[in-house]
């Protein structure tokens, strides 16, 4: 039945969501069928090949785009207290100058602004450094929201008080991000199923760090292979992947390693 209704969006409307996760699709449709009031999976079929406007909702579903700063805590301790600081240190010994970040799946902004809060932190505890942080997403809307750095009082609810005030205009009800860490995040639209290797904006790889966090579940076996290699392309030697919690598992089937034992930071398998 549910590869019914991918015939539907196929062929009516030229959505193609047969790519993702069967497990997560069949709960999409149940959940839409339950809202709908439609009788059974038959009844939805029909509905939902009558009326673009579902199918519009049910691809933005798919699309889950919910983020929220610093989301996952102990990712986040272990690259401010470890993974970060040595980076800082390799380029220095190195003469390299910039630090290489890419969000590969960045929704609204909230992890490139994460990641560019704590480095001013080590920054004000280090030598300067320089970096530069590329957030992409498929979405346009994200992006779109993502160079705007604004953000409502709930959304910057896990953010500490004095970061809060040090990287945050207040903006009627809302939280601005303020130029000095917006300086170094940059961010467009890119597609991690396209043919590109790397953002083009980007112009090569390179990166000490690539965060790919909380997309690769969504996506059947062969395209979550399809985004690993793109991922595993663009790393600079010593580069990093960061992962969702519960994308461990997906990282490790995918030739990577743990660069910390039951964490969600990876290196590529070498050979
Ligand atoms: C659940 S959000 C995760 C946001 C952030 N990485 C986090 O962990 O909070 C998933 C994001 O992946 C994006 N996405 C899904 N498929 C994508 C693709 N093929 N290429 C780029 N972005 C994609 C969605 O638009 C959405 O913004």
């Given amino acids: 039945m ?8 196929m062929n009516k409307y030229g959505m193609d969501i047969s790519m993702f996760d069967e497990s997560f699709l069949n709960k999409t449709i149940l959940q839409r069928i339950g809202t709908t009031q439609c009788l059974d999976i038959a009844d939805y079929s029909r509905f939902v090949g009558e009326d673009s406007k579902e199918a519009g909702l049910v691809l933005d579903l798919l699309r889950v785009s919910y983020s929220v700063f610093f989301r996952n805590p102990l990712t986040f301790s272990v690259l401010e207290s470890i993974v970060l600081p040595e980076i800082i240190f390799r380029k220095r010994e190195n003469k390299r100058k910039e630090i290489r970040i890419w969000s ?3 929704a609204g902004g909230h992890e490139p602004y994460s990641m560019a809060m704590i480095l001013e932190n080590l920054k004000g505890q280090n030598d300067q450094f320089s970096y530069r942080i590329f957030g992409t997403d ?4 994200q992006i779109t929201k993502a160079h705007k750095g604004e953000y409502s009082k709930e959304s910057v609810g896990n953010i500490r008080k004095n970061q809060l005030d040090q990287w945050f205009t207040r903006s009627g009800s809302s939280y601005v991000v303020i130029p000095k860490l917006k300086k170094h995040c940059e961010f467009y639209v890119f597609n991690l199923l396209s043919t590109h290797s790397s953002p083009p904006e980007s112009i090569y790889g390179d990166f000490d760090l690539v965060l790919c966090t909380n997309i690769l579940f969504y996506y059947k076996p062969a395209y979550r292979t399809i985004i690993m290699d793109k991922i595993r392309d663009s790393l600079a030697e010593d580069g990093l992947v960061i992962t969702g919690e519960a994308e461990r598992d997906i990282l490790k089937a995918g030739n990577f390693k743990e660069a910390f034992p039951q964490s969600a930071i990876f290196r590529k398998n070498k050979g």
Avoid: S
């Fill in 138 to 141: 498929m979405d346009e809307v």
């Fill in 2 to 9: 549910i590869r019914n209704i991918t015939e539907i969006f």
């Fill in 104 to 106: 590969a799946a960045c």
